[in-house]
């Protein structure tokens, strides 16, 4: 009787389903990723069961955090252009084209107008060390420079693209309604009534009814 | 690890024969790459798009006309306090101390547990179909709510489904009877 051999298998498998597989999440996760960009300030958005998302684009964003500070920001770049342009023009400050380029480069800021241009010049390690010192920026009766920035930012995105602005307040949930409150009266003073208040979603409680 | 080459058995027999390359590649260093990318994304991505609660403001009038204005009705009116500490002080009918007609009305504490405002406000419901609710954050004296109280409130709305409601400014006399009852 001849020796009988062991089958030796091959320890090698077929890989190119995974190896198709892998690839395909790749792709797919490749084309749907957006970095998040470098925000000035970090909040943390209090939770609410409303399911209503924001719109991709033409929002702006009104940041306040537990510090009192507003910081404002805008998603599209020509936007922000125009609105440091014209704000900048109201209270007499002009940027130079690198600056401006630099802006619009900025997810948001907490910035007075004033001190805009210093700012601007610094790198981005040196302004993430000076966004925790900021003052934000001046939104009281007398020195009201968000609503400026509000309004020129709508007043751009209606020129450029002809289509209405979604104002979106971001609060940390920690920050003073005090704040908040204050924020949403002097919008109301230049009749913007329709807000969105960012919320992280959390579950609809199931057993109310009757 | 993967495809273990195949080779070296082309010159058996000392017959030469055309050297057949072999059709699979060591595809492990590509694999490694994929799947190294594929955890990046999958760490680094985001879906949750954020999501918004609405709120609408009435318009300011420029000249308000306090005799146009509409009274609310005490059988309807249910205040919301939300004083600090995550808690809620709330109370049925008018606050009015300059008219004795009116009766004082009982501050009552809860907080934002669902056994807590939301079901004052389902079993006001029941009795009064259409409360009209006023939302006021307590703010005097450097004691304040929070942001996330009136989210959390104004959800509260949604949930218990009112559809009158409305957010204020905390009036002085309901900061008084606070005071008056020793609240905070």
Not at chain 1, 20 to 40: G, H, I, K, N, S
Not at chain 1, 147 to 156: L, N, P, Q
Not at chain 2, 162 to 177: E, G, N, P, R
Request: no cysteine.
């Amino acid at each position: 009787m001849p020796k009988v051999k062991p089958h030796r298998t091959s320890p090698s498998l077929d890989m190119t389903p995974m190896v198709d597989l892998a690839f395909l999440l790749v792709t797919f996760f490749m084309l749907t990723t957006q970095f998040r960009p470098d925000e000035a300030v970090v909040v943390d958005p209090p939770s609410s069961t409303s399911d209503l998302q924001a719109p991709d684009s033409d929002i702006l964003t009104l940041t306040i955090d537990n510090k009192k500070r507003v910081f404002f920001g805008y998603d599209k770049a020509p936007v922000k252009e125009a609105a440091l342009k014209a704000v900048g023009a109201k209270y007499g400050v002009s940027f130079t084209p690198t600056q401006i380029k630099q802006f619009s480069l900025l997810p948001n800021f907490g910035v007075p107008i004033t001190q805009l241009a210093s700012y601007l010049d610094k790198d981005t390690e040196d302004r993430k060390a000076l966004n925790k010192t900021l003052p934000g920026i001046p939104y009281d009766s007398l020195n009201n420079q968000m609503i400026d920035w509000v309004i020129e930012a709508r007043k751009a995105n209606a020129a450029q693209f002809k289509k209405p602005t979604f104002l979106v307040i971001r609060g940390d949930g920690n920050a003073d309604v005090q704040t908040v409150q204050k924020v949403i009266k002097e919008l109301q003073e230049k009749d913007i009534n329709r807000f969105n208040l960012l919320t992280s979603l959390e579950m609809k409680p199931s057993f109310v009814g009757q | 690890m993967a495809e273990i080459q195949q080779k070296g058995d082309s010159g058996k027999g000392g017959k030469k024969r055309a050297k057949k390359a072999s059709t699979k590649i060591d595809m492990t260093p590509m694999v490694d790459l994929a799947f190294l990318l594929l955890t990046f994304f999958m760490l680094t991505t985001t879906f949750a798009k954020p999501n918004v609660m609405q709120l609408t403001m009435p318009v300011k009038e420029k000249n308000p006309n306090p005799e146009e204005q509409t009274k609310i009705k005490a059988s309807q009116a249910v205040t919301v306090i939300l004083a600090p500490d995550d808690k809620v002080f709330y109370y049925f009918g008018l606050n009015e101390p300059t008219d004795p007609s009116v009766p004082v009305p009982e501050i009552k504490v809860t907080d934002f547990s669902a056994n807590g405002i939301r079901k004052v406000l389902l079993d006001r419901k029941r009795q009064q179909p259409e409360p009209i609710i006023l939302i006021e954050p307590y703010v005097y004296d450097g004691k304040e709510a929070k942001y996330k109280n009136m989210v959390d409130m104004l959800d509260e709305m949604n949930i218990t489904d009112q559809k009158k409601y409305a957010l204020v400014d905390i009036s002085k006399k309901d900061v008084d009877l606070i005071k008056k009852q020793n609240l905070l």
